[in-house]
């Protein structure tokens, strides 16, 4: 029940902010920000320095409150597995990998892989994708989720990758059910302007809502 109740919350969000940092001190201000700015769907990648580390930690510190952890950037299924024990609640990748997908079946957690065709969104559903991960989503831009979604009107798409305040609106208007959000997201942190970030992450929450409405 728990895997559904998970999908359930990314959905009702429709914003996963993906944390890209330097540290696991710079990791967790991000966050803290985000939150401060309403979004609660957290993408740990395993480009961050002692991610899994940061994971267990954020896992145990959130578990009580509305957060979700989660891991990204996740190549393959020993990866996978690493976070999965770690607490992370579901798992992204900028691939398609059939085994990363069959080990979160195996432990009942969502995973939502990378595509870019349609060949590959079909193999993801065949696997049991709960959320297809449309990346990189600038090099398509809104339009390609409607085109998806023709012949998949059964699948859950969600773009990453050159998706920013501007356009957020647009990716919902076009089909999917949340959008992923790193860079423009988190570029306030670049400079210490932890308050930037808490004013993007609220811009990011009202243009889904507004696109929703």
Same mark, same amino acid.
């Given at each position: 029940? +728990?895997? #559904?109740?998970?999908? %359930? +919350?990314?959905?009702?969000?429709?914003?996963?902010?993906?944390?890209?940092?330097?540290?696991?001190?710079? !990791?967790?201000?991000?966050?803290?920000?985000?939150?401060?700015?309403?979004?609660?769907?957290?993408?740990?990648?395993?480009?961050? &320095?002692?991610?899994?580390d940061i994971i267990k930690e954020l896992?145990?510190?959130?578990?009580?409150?509305?957060? @979700?952890?989660? !891991?990204?950037?996740?190549?393959?299924?020993?990866?996978a597995r690493l976070c999965i024990l770690? /607490?992370?609640?579901?798992?992204?990748?900028?691939?398609?990998?059939?085994?990363?997908?069959?080990?979160c079946n195996k432990y009942a957690i &969502?995973?939502?892989?990378?595509?870019?065709?349609?060949?590959?969104?079909?193999?993801?559903?065949?696997?049991?994708?709960?959320?297809? +991960?449309?990346? &990189?989503?600038?090099?398509?831009?809104?339009?390609?989720?409607?085109? #998806?979604? /023709?012949?998949?009107?059964?699948?859950?798409?969600?773009?990453?990758?050159?998706?920013?305040?501007?356009?957020?609106?647009?990716?919902? +208007?076009? /089909?999917?059910?949340?959008?992923?959000?790193?860079?423009?997201?988190?570029?306030?942190?670049?400079?210490?302007?932890?308050?930037?970030?808490? %004013?993007? !992450?609220?811009? #990011?929450?009202?243009? @889904?809502?507004?696109?929703?409405?």
């Amino acid at each position: 029940m +728990k895997k #559904f109740e998970t999908i %359930e +919350k990314i959905i009702d969000a429709g914003v996963v902010a993906v944390i890209r940092s330097e540290s696991k001190e710079q !990791a967790k201000l991000m966050i803290d920000a985000i939150k401060k700015g309403g979004i609660k769907i957290f993408e740990i990648t395993m480009t961050v &320095p002692g991610a899994v580390d940061i994971i267990k930690e954020l896992a145990e510190e959130y578990k009580n409150e509305d957060a @979700v952890i989660g !891991a990204g950037t996740v190549l393959d299924p020993e990866t996978a597995r690493l976070c999965i024990l770690a /607490g992370s609640e579901f798992i992204v990748s900028p691939s398609l990998n059939l085994d990363t997908i069959k080990i979160c079946n195996k432990y009942a957690i &969502p995973v939502m892989p990378g595509i870019m065709t349609v060949t590959e969104a079909v193999m993801a559903l065949e696997y049991g994708a709960d959320v297809i +991960k449309v990346f &990189p989503g600038n090099a398509y831009g809104p339009a390609i989720i409607k085109s #998806f979604r /023709g012949p998949l009107p059964q699948a859950n798409f969600m773009p990453t990758g050159g998706v920013n305040v501007e356009n957020a609106g647009e990716w919902i +208007k076009a /089909g999917a059910v949340a959008i992923g959000t790193g860079g423009d997201l988190t570029k306030g942190a670049k400079t210490g302007d932890y308050n930037l970030v808490t %004013e993007t !992450a609220a811009k #990011f929450v009202e243009a @889904v809502r507004k696109a929703r409405e």
